[in-house]
């Protein structure tokens, strides 16, 4: 256990060292790097400009379209038409003339399409907005990450040295009271009971290691970093209760991701109605205009070209295309259910967080005010222990246990602290805002 705890020993050192090569950091650093780097702010960046490249495909609704076509034949053989006369038996061979060169330039502008292009242009343009929401409510959440798993380094950090103090104090006690037995002031149950707290104090700094390496590579994925070393400057905010007051009359609708899921549903609602008018006819003008050779196999032969157009009127009406359009639309349908019922679920979720996570601050606060009552008791307590031991009305027992509660009265101040924290981040992102600037 001495070797391992050592090794880990040297590795924290490193982890937390004011080397050359660490990435110094304060809050506001980490969130500004977060949000410049971190993937899923550059995920929600890329899937915003696609939902705009999205509404400005739907232009094609409205605009006309151009193309243009371009063969020469290398070999051909001509289909050919039997032609009777008057007389019988008079019958001519005419074959198929196609020309062996031929460019074309074509066009078509819808006229009417059952309002179907209007409708996938609103649904595509209120997509592009939740798409814009979902990027702001990403930029916040990650915030709000990066500021919990900030403080949630520098809380690792400090209760690496609370444990590290409390294991020194442990073995100091381990010493005397082996010495102590050696004269005959101790006995054997009270070395077995100091070497069973320092095993456990052992634990307790591994264990403050592991959470420190942790929550350090927890903000490096933030980050959109590799492994790297990291250096935090910053300590543990006090809250105050007076941070909770005039949230009775919030409203998470405001919430960017529970607007952005509106603006979905809204957005399906309209392509439901672009997919149901696949039973309206549609119209529409085009025109043709072809420049051609049929008289010769000569591609650059310009005297033999000859030149065509169209220009007409286009009505088509899909009668039966096998289900497809109708089952296309029964799809879109059932997506505004599921999008509905989401909804739904997150804004009861919503409404269960509010209240829970403002239960767990007022809770935090309270427990973190006794903790740190409880670390001036412990420390009055372990001054009267010594004084008491030094004089032969107290044991060394009673300096262990003083001495542990010292270190639980330490330790759990700080885990008071980042767990008012945590509910106060998350109570933000319930709300979808900030409540107060968390320093």
Do not use: C
Not at 58 to 68: E, I, R
Not at 207 to 213: K, M, P, V
Not at 333 to 351: D, G, H, N, W
């Amino acid at each position: 256990m001495h070797k391992e705890l050592k090794s880990y020993g040297l590795y924290v050192a490193a982890l937390i060292s004011f080397s050359h090569g660490a990435m110094a950091l304060s809050l506001d650093e980490a969130i500004q790097k977060a949000i410049s780097s971190s993937p899923l702010i550059e995920k929600s960046a890329s899937a915003s400009q696609e939902a705009l490249w999205k509404k400005r495909e739907t232009y094609s609704g409205f605009l006309p379209t151009l193309s243009a076509s371009a063969n020469h034949l290398l070999s051909k053989k001509y289909a050919l038409t039997n032609i009777q006369f008057g007389n019988p038996g008079a019958e001519v061979v005419v074959p198929q003339i196609i020309p062996s060169s031929q460019f074309s330039v074509s066009s078509s502008f819808p006229i009417f399409e059952g309002f179907s292009s209007i409708q996938r242009y609103q649904s595509m343009l209120e997509n592009e907005s939740a798409a814009q929401l979902e990027f702001n409510w990403n930029q916040f959440k990650t915030e709000m990450d990066v500021t919990l798993i900030f403080y949630k380094t520098v809380a690792s950090k400090t209760l690496i040295e609370v444990a590290e103090q409390n294991l020194k104090v442990l073995k100091d006690h381990l010493k005397e009271v082996n010495l102590f037995k050696k004269s005959g002031m101790a006995t054997n149950y009270d070395v077995l009971r100091v070497e069973v707290q320092v095993s456990n104090a052992e634990t307790e700094l591994l264990s403050a290691i592991d959470n420190l390496a942790i929550n350090e590579q927890n903000l490096l994925e933030l980050l959109g970093e590799n492994n790297k070393e990291i250096k935090l400057s910053g300590t543990l905010p006090v809250f105050s209760e007076s941070i909770l007051a005039g949230l009775s009359d919030f409203n998470f609708y405001q919430r960017p991701d529970i607007k952005a899921q509106k603006e979905r549903i809204s957005s399906l609602s309209h392509l439901d109605k672009a997919q149901n008018s696949y039973w309206v006819p549609r119209l529409s003008a085009f025109g043709q205009y072809q420049y051609y050779n049929n008289i010769n196999d000569s591609l650059t032969d310009s005297e033999k070209y000859r030149s065509a157009y169209q220009v007409g009127i286009l009505l088509t009406w899909n009668l039966f295309d096998g289900l497809s359009s109708y089952s296309k639309a029964k799809q879109t349908t059932e997506q505004i259910v599921q999008a509905e019922k989401s909804y739904r679920m997150t804004e009861l979720k919503a409404q269960k967080e509010v209240e829970i996570w403002k239960r767990k601050f007022n809770y935090f606060l309270i427990q973190y005010k006794s903790r740190v009552n409880d670390i001036s008791k412990s420390q009055e307590s372990v001054r009267l222990a010594k004084e008491g031991r030094r004089v032969g009305s107290r044991t060394n027992t009673d300096l262990l246990d003083a001495e542990a509660d010292l270190y639980k009265s330490q330790a759990g101040a700080v885990n008071a602290q980042i767990g008012a924290i945590e509910a106060l981040i998350n109570l933000q992102t319930s709300l979808g805002k900030k409540i107060t600037v968390i320093k």
